[in-house]
T-cell receptor, first 113, second 111 residues
Framework: GGIITQTPKFLIGQEGQKLTLKCQQN?????MYWYRQDSGKGLRLIYY???????QKGDLSEGYDASREKKSSFSLTVTSAQKNEMAVFLC????????????FGPGTRLLVL | DAKTTQPDSMESTEGETVHLPCSHA???????IYWYRQVPLQGPEYVTH???QNTTNSMAFLAIASDRKSSTLILPHVSLRDAAVYHC????????????FGKGTLLTVTP
C-alpha cells in the first residue's frame, strides 16, 4: 500500500496572495492530479501530470499554476487568492495509463479572508 | 450533465446489508463503473470498480446489470464507520483523465 500526504491541512490566506499547496505520494505512481471541491459540488480537475516535468491543464486551470519536479511530488499554486474563497483542494495519484484507479489524499482546506 | 443517477440519501442500522443503487443508462462500452466514498474532512476513498462482471473485495460487492445500465454497491454488515457519501462514477480513461463526481448518496448508519 501507499499514502498520499498533503500539506498544509488548513491554509488561511489574504486576498491577492500567492499560495502553494504540496502533495507527496509513495505509491510510485506516474500520474498525479489536483482537484478542487466546493461545498455541495463535485470535483473539478485543475491540473494533472502523467510523468515528471509534465503538466496538463484541466477544466479549472485559470488562476492556478502547477509543478511536477519529482515523480513523487506535485505542487499547486493559487496565483492570486480571491476574497472569501473557501474550497478543498484534493490531490490524487494513479499508476498511469487508461482507466486507472485514482487514490486521493486528505485534502487542503483553503480559506481566504 | 451527470452520467449517473443515485438516490440522495439512504438509512440503515448497524449489522444490516445495504444496497446502494446507481443508474447509468447512457454508459459507453469502454467506461468502467467506479465507486468512491467520502466522509467529512477526508478525501474520497476508493471502494471498488468493475466493467461487466460482478466484483468483490474486502469492502464491498459490486453487482453490475447484464446490460450495464445500472449497478448496485452492496455493503455487508455495515458499521458506523461505513457512514459516508457514496459516489458512483464512470471512468473511460483515454485522454479524459478526470473523474466527475456528482452529489452521491449519503448513507446514514444508526446503532
Amino acid at each position: 500500500g501507499g499514502i498520499i500526504t498533503q500539506t498544509p491541512k488548513f491554509l488561511i490566506g489574504q486576498e491577492g496572495q500567492k499560495l502553494t499547496l504540496k502533495c507527496q505520494q509513495n505509491f510510485n505512481h506516474d500520474t498525479m492530479y489536483w482537484y478542487r471541491q466546493d461545498s455541495g459540488k463535485g470535483l473539478r480537475l485543475i491540473y494533472y501530470s502523467i510523468t515528471e516535468n509534465d503538466l496538463q491543464k484541466g477544466d479549472l486551470s485559470e488562476g492556478y499554476d502547477a509543478s511536477r519536479e519529482k515523480k513523487s511530488s506535485f505542487s499547486l499554486t493559487v496565483t492570486s487568492a480571491q476574497k472569501n474563497e473557501m474550497a478543498v483542494f484534493l490531490c490524487a495519484s494513479s499508476i498511469g495509463g487508461l482507466q486507472d484507479t485514482q487514490y486521493f489524499g486528505p485534502g487542503t482546506r483553503l480559506l481566504v479572508l | 450533465d451527470a452520467k449517473t443517477t443515485q438516490p440522495d440519501s439512504m438509512e440503515s442500522t448497524e449489522g444490516e446489508t445495504v444496497h446502494l443503487p446507481c443508474s447509468h443508462a447512457t454508459i459507453s462500452g469502454n467506461e468502467y463503473i467506479y465507486w468512491y466514498r467520502q466522509v467529512p474532512l477526508q478525501g474520497p476513498e476508493y471502494v471498488t470498480h468493475g466493467l461487466q462482471q460482478n466484483t468483490t473485495n474486502s469492502m464491498a460487492f459490486l453487482a453490475i446489470a447484464s446490460d450495464r445500465k445500472s449497478s448496485t454497491l452492496i455493503l455487508p454488515h455495515v458499521s458506523l464507520r461505513d457512514a459516508a457519501v457514496y459516489h458512483c462514477i464512470l471512468n473511460s480513461g483515454g485522454s479524459n483523465y478526470k473523474l466527475t463526481f456528482g452529489k452521491g448518496t449519503l448513507l446514514t448508519v444508526t446503532p
